[in-house]
């Protein structure tokens, strides 16, 4: 025992590990090691897996962005190609690893990922069909990834929503990208459908668990919003700006034009009053003008 | 005149689209609307639930529903937290040396009123199997608080470590339905830790010499058992480095009491001399 042994009293004392641990605590808590141990390994290959799916995810946005009218169909086809090869070689990763109570337990760990690839897959909904693809739909095209045995990983509400809500950053970026390229009714288009996606928002965020991270998406949502319908008003007041400019520019050419008009024809007269001897207007003093 | 430049650029890509779209804004600046038509902002209003709509009125529904899920919850844990403050008054009981048993047996009476709350809670949450996690941080903390009461009054009762599975029984809790997290576990049992080094001060004052050993024994035990763990940088890991002041704490009691020679192990020189010094 500890017990008068192997006392020291200085502070920094030398513990010797000549001491047994207790067996009974000793056999629990190499159980506990070994459940911690492999908590944290999942947690780490969850957060891999999930790091590879936000990546791979933000690849796909940046393709859907090189989009104009020229490629569009090619532009949106290699990114649905992509799309489906996060869903197949990272989601699956992170389907295998997420199973039962742990889908809930570790959602820290791959909320981000599933946010980023909600944000790429909508984009791309959206760009192809115009509309807001369904969390039903992502899901299911996830069920084949799970083994039938097993509890099928879904994706759940809230990282759906935070994802949506990422998107209008993206839509916002498109909106202004069409604008300047002249794409003025896709950007109204896109204009409505962020419009559409911040009502239906408003109504749901608040009954979210932990809804401060989303109040802030809100925010950021309602600028992404406006700026969009800021481009669009600046560029109706720069047509107008243009248009009472050119229609002030006409009217100035045309003076000019009548004044020039104007003043040859008068010019024209004592010209020829003092060359031509035979004009009437021979002997006629020339007028200075 | 620098607008015009840009303006020149949007205003021709504009009339291009225009000439394709004779029903859009037209362009003489006296004639010129700022708004989008009226007609199709009001045929906006106007518009029958979409789809999108539908979707959001499915999840606004399901979310109140966990929201009312995660309102009962919170009120059962409120209940559990006030069952737990009593129990601690009550062991608070053994700092002012009160007969341990007698105190052991008021807070085992109390904790029976705890297991019939968590039942309750079980109940609330077993509505959907899976979701233990989600909903876990609303109970986390005083399950901690709990863990850390029971283990405390294991010790007293039997002067070793309650283990998870045993605290999971003694709340009547299982682990395939709504279990005892372990984390939530070896949490409890450093916030016990922290509760020994007072203990073990109050009980020599009182005059038993032999507690400091047995708490120094248990003690080094439960940290060396601690140090096997794996622990990555949590709050666990922030409350096990808690720990070995405890331990140090203790470690002075017993030498303090050691060197006046006051244990009970026969090296005792008795009252007289050395007991006066400090």
Known sequence: TVAGTNFQSSTKRVRTMATAIEPAMKDSFSRYAEYLNDLNDKRDRVVKASRDVTMNSKKVIFQVHRMSKYNKVEVLEKAEKDLVAVTDQYMSRLVKELQGTDFWKLRRAYSPGIQEYVEAATFCGFCKNGTLLKLDEINKTLLPLSDPSLQPLQINILDYLLGVADLTGELMRLAIGMISDGELEFAEKICTFARDIYRELTLVVPHMDDSSDMKTKMDIMLQSVMKIENERICLRFSIYNFCSKFVIFVFLIFYVACFSVHVRGSEYIPLLGSNDTSSFLVGVPDIEI | MQYLKPAFRK????????????????????????????????????????????????????????????????????????????????????????????????????????????????????????????????????????????????????????????????????????????????????????????????????????????????????????????????????????????????????????????????????????????
């Open chain 2, 11 to 278: 205003a021709a890509f504009y009339c291009h689209s225009l000439t394709l779209n004779p029903t859009s804004v037209v362009l003489f600046p006296f004639r010129f609307r700022l708004a989008p038509p009226v007609s199709r902002f009001s045929s906006s209003m106007a518009v029958p639930p979409s789809s999108l709509d539908k979707q959001f009125d499915a999840f606004r529904v399901q979310l109140e529903e966990s929201g009312t899920l995660r309102d009962r919850i919170r009120s059962v844990v409120s209940e559990i937290e006030s069952s737990t403050r009593l129990i601690y008054a009550t062991l608070l009981l053994v700092h002012h040396s009160r007969p341990t048993p007698d105190v052991l047996e008021k807070a085992k009476s109390q904790i029976n009123v705890l297991k019939e709350q968590y039942k309750q809670l079980a109940e609330v949450v077993g509505g959907c199997p899976g979701q233990y996690y989600r909903y876990h941080g609303d109970w986390r903390s005083e399950t901690q608080s709990v863990v850390s009461m029971l283990a405390f009054m294991h010790w007293l009762e039997t002067g070793s470590l309650l283990e998870h599975k045993e605290a999971e029984e003694k709340l009547g809790l299982n682990s395939s339905d709504f279990g005892l997290d372990v984390e939530d576990y070896l949490i409890g049992v450093c916030f016990m830790s922290n509760e020994l080094p007072r203990y073990v001060v109050n009980q020599v004052t009182a005059g038993d010499y032999d507690c400091p050993r047995k708490v120094l024994k248990f003690l080094t035990d439960l940290h060396a058992a601690f140090r096997m763990l794996n622990l990555r940088n949590d709050f666990l890991r922030k409350k096990f480095d808690g720990m070995k002041y405890d331990l140090r704490k203790v470690e002075e009691v017993y030498y303090d009491v050691k060197i006046r020679g006051l244990t009970p192990n026969g090296e005792s020189i008795g009252d007289q001399g050395i007991q006066g010094q400090s």
